[in-house]
């Protein structure tokens, strides 16, 4: 009977330290609706657009809008951290590295990499890597990223990519 007693207490304690309103209380605390403006920081206190925190879809490389058929997995992009980083995708093959803006709209890429995988048509993702390794500027137009050469030459446009919710 004691043993009994004992067992019960301990069970009692047991069910009393788990309780079943801390997992569906924190479950309710993620689902809160929030203001995606708030959260959202893809302009700075000006209103202007930022080049960091922001994904940007490519539209064109070399002046020539970009079409990606169903062969590639994914639509090239690029993301700029405010850390100096810069990663996305060419069409086929993950894009990583670091940037940094020496002076207004200046920007300069190093120690970009990509995975190597190999896909049909590697002809976009070729001229859009080609077009990086050009790239010393940069210009915020609206919601476009517009990366020009040496020259002033545009080589490649990217769009804003809208924030996914």
Same mark, same amino acid.
């Given at each position: 009977?004691?043993?009994?007693? &004992? ?24 689902? &809160?609706?929030? +203001?995606? &403006?708030?959260?959202?920081? &893809?302009? +700075? ?49 993950? @894009?990583?590295?670091? $940037? ?37 500027? $940069?210009? @915020? ?25």
């Amino acid at each position: 009977m004691k043993k009994a007693f &004992i067992l019960l207490a301990i069970g009692s304690f047991f069910m009393a330290c788990n309780n079943p309103n801390t997992s569906s209380e924190s479950e309710e605390q993620n689902n &809160i609706p929030t +203001d995606p &403006i708030l959260e959202e920081e &893809i302009v +700075d206190l000006t209103g202007e657009v930022k080049l960091d925190g922001n994904t940007w879809s490519l539209t064109e490389v070399n002046e020539k809008t970009v079409e990606v058929s169903d062969e590639f997995p994914a639509k090239p992009f690029l993301e700029f951290t405010e850390e100096g980083e810069v990663f996305g995708n060419a069409g086929c093959n993950n @894009i990583n590295g670091r $940037y940094s803006v020496k002076e207004e709209q200046t920007i300069e890429f190093s120690q970009m990499a990509t995975t190597q995988m190999a896909c049909p048509n590697l002809e976009l993702e070729g001229e859009f890597l080609k077009a990086l390794g050009d790239v010393v500027q $940069y210009e @915020i137009q609206g919601q476009s990223l517009v990366l020009s050469n040496k020259d002033g030459q545009e080589v490649a446009k990217l769009t804003l990519k809208p924030s996914e919710e």
